[in-house]
């Protein structure tokens, strides 16, 4: 088997990985809507400028729409602006988030559990853009 053929599969296979995620996540973003509310109301907006809530909403956006737009079209518009964004977006590196997910031990396990999940579907994704760019 070639180099181009191994690398071909693995594109295909990071792509499945994440359009089977981006599935999975819209489930677990509607199982989670007790708690987000529950965080909106327990997380009132401080000093930050953005609420929990709201910064949860931006990254969701953000790196679901990059995942929908693989999924539809097998590659992202602007993928150079894409790829800067999603390794400026590390999620855990967003003050609000890190300090709800790690003072927060024993509550919010489905919301904690989405944003793992979201933040290894933007891995994949600059996965998938870095193995794209070196096939072509």
């Keep these: 088997m070639t180099e181009i053929n191994i690398a071909s599969e693995n594109i295909e296979l990071t792509k499945h990985k994440i359009i089977q995620l981006l599935e999975q996540l819209i489930i677990d973003y509607q199982n989670c809507s007790q708690e987000r509310e529950k965080i909106a109301v327990d997380f009132l907006p401080g000093e930050d400028e953005f609420s929990?809530?709201?910064?949860?909403e931006l990254l969701t956006t953000d790196i679901r729409g990059y995942a929908s737009q693989i999924k539809a079209q097998?590659?992202?518009?602007?993928?150079?602006?894409?790829?800067?964004?999603?390794q400026e977006k590390r999620i855990f590196n967003?003050?609000?988030i890190a300090k709800f997910y790690f003072n927060n031990q024993l509550?919010?396990?489905?919301?904690?559990?989405?944003?793992?999940?979201?933040?290894?579907?933007?891995l994949l994704i600059l996965e998938y853009l870095n193995t794209e760019s070196s096939t072509c």
């Design 94 to 96: 967003i003050p609000i």
């Design 107 to 122: 509550n919010f396990p489905l919301t904690k559990n989405y944003l793992r999940m979201l933040d290894y579907l933007r």
């Design 52 to 56: 929990l809530p709201e910064e949860m």
């Design 74 to 86: 097998g590659y992202i518009n602007n993928r150079l602006n894409a790829l800067k964004k999603l």
